[in-house]
């Protein structure tokens, strides 16, 4: 059975960083891709962030510069370090695990397994 569990989220004003985990089982995630999404008030699911098999990154040009994805194959989890925090940014984010075929897709059709995510906060 496969579980991503999302953890870090937090309340932090604007300009503070957080760094988002996510710990995978029943799957080995550098046979995947892995990617981060957030679902903020209003506005349906959006990619952040994606690292692919071959450890290529894309980034949504709304938290490029800001945010980085990173994956640790050993530990089997991935994680998003996201700095200069904005109100913005508030949202729940998801962990999700894709086909490595896909490429870089931020599309969250492209990702077949999600974690409950995790809340992040950021107050002005």
């Known amino acids: 059975q496969v579980q991503l569990v999302e953890s870090g989220g937090d309340s932090v004003q604007a300009g503070g960083s957080l760094r988002l985990s996510c710990a995978a089982s029943g799957l080995t995630i550098s046979n995947y891709n892995m990617g981060w999404f957030r679902e903020r008030p209003r506005k349906g699911r959006e990619g952040v962030a994606v690292?692919?098999?071959?450890?290529?990154?894309r980034y949504s040009d709304s938290v490029e510069g800001r945010f980085t994805i990173s994956r640790d194959n050993a530990k089997n989890t991935v994680s998003l370090q996201m700095d200069d925090l904005k109100p913005e940014d508030t949202a729940m984010y998801y962990c999700?695990?894709?086909?490595?075929?896909?490429?870089?897709?931020?599309?969250?059709?492209?990702?077949?397994?999600w974690g409950q995510g995790t809340q992040v906060t950021v107050s002005s």
């Open positions: 999700a695990a894709g086909d490595a075929w896909v490429g870089p897709s931020l599309r969250p059709s492209d990702f077949t397994y």
């Open positions: 690292v692919v098999r071959d450890s290529g990154l």
